[in-house]
T-cell receptor, first 114, second 111 residues
Framework: SAVISQKPSRDICQRGTSLTIQCQVD?????MFWYRQQPGQSLTLIAT?????????ESGFVIDKFPISRPNLTFSTLTVSNMSPEDSSIYLC???????????FGPGTRLLVL | SQQGEEDPQALSIQEGENATMNCSYK?????LQWYRQNSGRGLVHLIL?????REKHSGRLRVTLDTSKKSSSLLITASRAADTASYFC???????????FGQGTRLTINP
């Protein structure tokens, strides 16, 4: 398994502002993933973040709204920009340490936008 | 959408009973995984079954995979109150490492 931490664990933000979520892994990993889980819903992949290259975004998600940084092999950030109440969700990062398909998830960041 | 479907959406049983959840998906896969999520927290990986496997066990968990029907089931035997959680299946796709999650089953174990 992998030890993954996220900061902040939760936040309440005003509409129009931005929040940056941090994801720290206890070992070097090639691929990191960012997911969104809207209230009562399943997880939806936002983007895949590889170190040294631009993140790959899924349909419906754009870099201007969800910019991602991946400065090294143990750290990534996701920014939720110009927030609206519809952005209220749990945001989770995950890693695939071995490339075998199993992903290990961080504890999530619970975001409420007022 | 390539997202899988799970049924039932919610399941409530008595402690000690067995719980069965089902997952269907739409395209060919390399593997299928099951995850557990307690009260909107992070996901915990339970088990991974590869496309060339038909059944896999881990403790009280039994997973089956039928690639001809594009379906999987998760059986939890002798359920406990601590098994109360949401359970998600997730599939990847040949050549892709990203996961696509099903809608999940909310399992409640009544003492």
């Amino acid at each position: 398994s992998a030890v993954i931490s996220q900061k902040p664990s939760r936040d309440i933000c005003q509409r129009g502002t931005s929040l940056t979520i941090q994801c720290q892994v206890d070992s070097q990993v090639t691929m990191m993933f960012w997911y969104r889980q809207q209230p009562g819903q399943s997880l939806t992949l936002i983007a895949t973040a590889n170190q040294g290259s631009e993140a790959t975004y899924e349909s419906g998600f754009v870099i201007d709204k969800f910019p991602i940084s991946r400065p090294n092999l143990t750290f990534s950030t996701l920014t939720v920009s110009n927030m609206s109440p519809e952005d209220s969700s749990i945001y989770l990062c995950s890693v695939d340490r071995t490339g075998g398909g199993t992903q290990y998830f961080g504890p999530g960041t619970r975001l409420l936008v007022l | 959408s390539q997202q899988g479907e799970e049924d039932p959406q919610a399941l409530s049983i008595q402690e000690g009973e067995n719980a069965t959840m089902n997952c269907s998906y739409k395209t060919s896969i390399n593997n299928l995984q099951w995850y557990r999520q307690n009260s909107g927290r992070g996901l915990v990986h339970l088990i991974l079954i590869r496309s060339n496997e038909r059944e896999k066990h881990s403790g009280r968990l039994r997973v089956t995979l039928d690639t001809s029907k594009k379906s999987s089931s998760l059986l939890i035997t002798a359920s406990r109150a601590a098994d109360t959680a949401s359970y998600f299946c997730a599939t990847d796709f040949q050549g892709a490492q990203k996961l696509v999650f099903g809608q999940g089953t909310r399992l409640t174990i009544n003492p």
